[in-house]
């Protein structure tokens, strides 16, 4: 096993004492505060997935292994992904398709009318939320990829591929297909999929992704450090580990292994500070790092396949756009931002009362969801509820304001008593 590097990062200084121009841009690179984000859209991986042996590699520092991350210019791979997401909540998959159903246009008389298609990206990669699964995934450069999430009998793809985004579901034979933006979508192996209109923004779905989401920033809130080496899908990588200092967050640690020749990220492991098995662990147990086929990313509907477009599925939404203009104006105020670090908090004001859980016209599934995460709260601040997962936690208060952040119950309870 190479030898650990255990020095801080903010600890690393020049001879005049202060932090390098050089490492004061890497450090940039890790922040835990973005993690909160993977909650929204947000896995331990098999014992098969671990390493074979650790590698002897040359000593590195944290600083340095942080730099050749920012550095990786990975832009064509491909591989196989497993993800394990365990944030303690229910299954998220049916909720895509609830919620697409309520917002569809009621009394149409086609039998495919009155739902949301079965191919629209955001429920169907919500499912990765939750669960373990098995992802296919390809990439060259910044106008092709292509995601596709294995299932026993059925496969679901997500495909990038210059001005077109197609998504399809071979379980239902059902494609949605949408235009990517003009102004181009600038992503690549590193950072995603782009922003094309079909894909939920940001979802992470490859250690990239996620790595990225947590690797923004450093600062005197976090420790991190080179933990080992590993094996991963058969390549060499250094371990990093970062861990927060500060008290009250939900996040115990993450490990980002880092391939030793490339720079790129082939396992991220996030772990709780509760405790027990992994809330979020995605890795490559394949990798490639040569340009895929070309034909990868073409894609037809197959024949028969009910093809929707998405000018047509944001039609539909608009048949139930939000009665409440104050409501819906204070949903889209700007948050206030309380703390630093990984105890930073989002305060957000909706302008009116909490929805309860009981709302008439709620799907029965995700009336279940909100009732297993909630506990009825009391303070200085008045009453709420406060929903929660292994992660993040949000406090609802019963006249309208959001607390949310990776932190624990009481930290949001106090955070929205000092508010008061």
Same mark, same amino acid.
């Given at each position: 096993?190479?030898?650990?590097?255990?020095?801080?990062?903010?600890?690393?200084?020049?001879?005049?004492?202060?932090?390098?121009?050089?490492?004061?841009r890497?450090?940039?690179?890790v922040? /835990?505060?973005a993690?909160?984000?993977?909650?929204?859209?947000? @896995?331990g991986?098999?014992?098969? *997935? %671990? %390493?074979?042996?650790? !590698?002897?590699?040359?000593? @590195?520092?944290a600083?340095?292994?942080?730099?050749?991350?920012?550095?990786?210019?990975?832009?064509?791979? $491909?591989?196989?992904? =497993?993800?394990?997401?365990?944030?303690g @909540?229910?299954?998220?998959?049916?909720?895509?398709?609830? +919620?697409?159903?309520?917002?569809?246009?009621?009394?149409?008389t086609?039998?495919?009318?009155?739902?949301?298609s079965?191919?629209?990206?955001?429920?169907?990669?919500?499912?990765?939320?939750?669960?373990?699964h098995?992802?296919r995934?390809a990439?060259?450069? /910044?106008d092709?990829?292509?995601v596709?999430? *294995?299932?026993k009998?059925?496969?679901? #793809? *997500?495909?990038?591929?210059?001005?077109?985004v197609?998504?399809?579901?071979?379980?239902?034979?059902?494609?949605?297909?949408?235009?990517? /933006?003009?102004?181009?979508?600038?992503g690549?192996?590193?950072?995603?999929?782009?922003?094309?209109?079909a894909?939920?923004?940001?979802?992470? +779905?490859?250690?990239?992704d996620?790595?990225q989401?947590a690797? =923004?920033?450093?600062g005197?809130?976090?420790?991190?450090?080179v933990d080992?080496?590993?094996?991963?899908?058969?390549?060499?990588?250094?371990?990093?580990?970062?861990?927060?200092?500060?008290?009250?967050?939900?996040?115990?640690s993450?490990?980002? +292994?880092v391939d030793s020749?490339?720079?790129?990220?082939l396992?991220?492991?996030?772990l709780?500070?509760?405790?027990?098995?992994a809330?979020?662990?995605v890795?490559?147990?394949?990798?490639?790092?040569?340009?895929?086929?070309? $034909?990868t990313?073409?894609? $037809?509907p !197959?024949?028969?396949?009910?093809?929707?477009?998405?000018?047509?599925?944001?039609?539909?939404?608009?048949?139930?756009?939000?009665?409440?203009?104050?409501?819906? =104006?204070g949903l889209?105020?700007e948050?206030?931002? @309380?703390?630093?670090g990984?105890?930073?908090?989002?305060?957000?004001? &909706?302008?009116?009362?909490?929805p309860?859980?009981?709302s008439?016209?709620m /799907?029965?599934?995700?009336?279940?969801?909100?009732?297993?995460?909630?506990?009825?709260?009391?303070?200085?601040?008045? #009453?709420?509820?406060?929903?929660? &997962?292994?992660?993040?936690?949000?406090?609802?208060?019963d006249?309208?304001k959001?607390?949310?952040?990776?932190?624990t =119950?009481?930290?949001l309870?106090?955070?929205?008593?000092e508010?008061?």
């Amino acid at each position: 096993m190479a030898p650990n590097d255990s020095a801080q990062i903010t600890g690393e200084t020049g001879e005049s004492g202060d932090v390098p121009a050089g490492r004061r841009r890497a450090a940039r690179y890790v922040v /835990p505060a973005a993690v909160a984000g993977v909650a929204a859209a947000t @896995i331990g991986l098999v014992p098969a *997935l %671990a %390493a074979t042996g650790d !590698p002897d590699l040359p000593k @590195i520092s944290a600083a340095k292994l942080i730099e050749k991350m920012a550095a990786s210019d990975t832009e064509r791979l $491909s591989g196989t992904v =497993k993800i394990t997401t365990d944030l303690g @909540i229910p299954a998220l998959g049916g909720l895509g398709g609830s +919620a697409a159903g309520a917002l569809a246009p009621k009394g149409g008389t086609d039998a495919g009318e009155g739902r949301g298609s079965a191919a629209e990206p955001t429920g169907r990669m919500m499912e990765l939320a939750s669960g373990e699964h098995t992802l296919r995934v390809a990439a060259d450069g /910044p106008d092709k990829q292509r995601v596709s999430i *294995l299932d026993k009998a059925a496969e679901y #793809s *997500l495909i990038h591929n210059g001005d077109e985004v197609w998504a399809y579901d071979s379980a239902s034979n059902e494609a949605y297909h949408s235009k990517a /933006p003009a102004d181009g979508a600038k992503g690549s192996a590193k950072g995603g999929k782009g922003k094309d209109q079909a894909a939920p923004k940001d979802l992470p +779905a490859t250690p990239q992704d996620f790595a990225q989401h947590a690797l =923004k920033a450093a600062g005197d809130t976090t420790s991190v450090t080179v933990d080992g080496t590993a094996r991963i899908a058969g390549r060499d990588a250094y371990q990093l580990l970062i861990k927060p200092k500060q008290q009250n967050s939900t996040i115990g640690s993450i490990t980002v +292994a880092v391939d030793s020749k490339t720079g790129t990220p082939l396992k991220f492991t996030l772990l709780p500070s509760s405790g027990g098995k992994a809330a979020i662990d995605v890795g490559f147990t394949k990798v490639d790092f040569s340009r895929p086929a070309a $034909s990868t990313f073409d894609f $037809s509907p !197959p024949k028969g396949a009910k093809v929707t477009e998405a000018d047509e599925s944001k039609a539909a939404g608009k048949h139930q756009a939000p009665k409440d203009a104050k409501g819906a =104006k204070g949903l889209g105020a700007e948050p206030n931002v @309380i703390g630093e670090g990984w105890t930073t908090v989002v305060q957000l004001d &909706t302008g009116g009362k909490a929805p309860a859980a009981g709302s008439k016209g709620m /799907p029965a599934q995700a009336q279940q969801f909100m009732d297993a995460l909630g506990d009825k709260v009391n303070g200085k601040f008045g #009453s709420g509820t406060v929903f929660k &997962t292994r992660l993040v936690n949000a406090l609802m208060t019963d006249d309208g304001k959001v607390y949310v952040g990776a932190v624990t =119950k009481d930290a949001l309870v106090k955070i929205a008593n000092e508010a008061k």
